[in-house]
């Protein structure tokens, strides 16, 4: 007899979609068992960030020996780091009863849905592009180029919002957090 294994949650949108801030306010209030699966990059931490909590911060010679040894899910490269899903981060903690979220770019769900049929996949968006660059530009903590990279980067990603379940339009916090939570509780078994 297979265990069941709790859900698999993909979740996507572009720089600025507010999809951190969404998916941050839902793990804290699930209502359900729920982990954020922990990504390894080889960009730089951001103020504040710090290794094995956002990410784990790796060397490109460490991302490679892990491609190369097959412990990555999936991996792509993204505004010129690398950033992975790691089999640690996920595998143990579904057959434990732990939901786990993925928070991860449109490539590398693309990569994963023929692994993961059973996943649920979930696009968070705003309704307008002026959206994400007002929102990167609070950020402070990118230049005007690397801005304009993501937003055009951006037209792309939403193209590919057809091929996820489920669409969330984050234009107002307490609507999206409470679309969002409502997505995750109706997976879980």
């Known amino acids: 007899m297979t265990a069941t294994l709790a859900p698999l949650f993909i979740l996507s949108g ?3 979609s507010g999809k ?7 793990l ?3 209502g359900v ?3 954020l699966s922990v990504s390894a990059t080889t960009r730089a931490p951001r ?3 710090q290794h094995g909590r956002e990410y784990y911060f790796w060397t490109p010679e460490q991302f490679e020996a892990a491609v190369k040894a097959g412990n990555f899910l999936e991996w792509a490269k993204v505004h010129g780091n690398c950033y992975g899903t790691l089999r640690s981060e996920v595998d143990p903690w579904r057959r434990k009863g732990m939901g786990v979220v993925l928070d991860i770019d449109v490539q590398g769900a693309a990569q994963l849905r023929p692994l993961f049929p059973e996943a649920v996949t979930i696009f968070v968006r705003t309704s307008s592009e002026d959206t994400y660059r007002k929102r990167l530009e609070a950020r402070g903590t990118e230049t005007f180029e690397a801005i304009e990279r993501r937003v055009q980067a951006a037209r792309p990603e939403l193209e590919q919002s057809g091929e996820y ?3 969330v339009i984050n234009d107002e916090l ?3 957090v409470a679309e969002l939570r409502a997505i995750v509780r109706r997976h879980f078994v």
């Not at 951190?20 to 839902?26: A, E, G, N, Q």
């Open 14 to 16: 572009p720089s600025g």
């Open 20 to 26: 951190s801030t969404v998916l941050k306010r839902v």
């Open 28 to 30: 804290a209030d699930a």
């Open 33 to 35: 068992p729920l982990r």
């Open 47 to 49: 103020p504040g960030e």
């Open 165 to 167: 379940q489920y669409q």
């Open 174 to 176: 307490e609507t999206a």
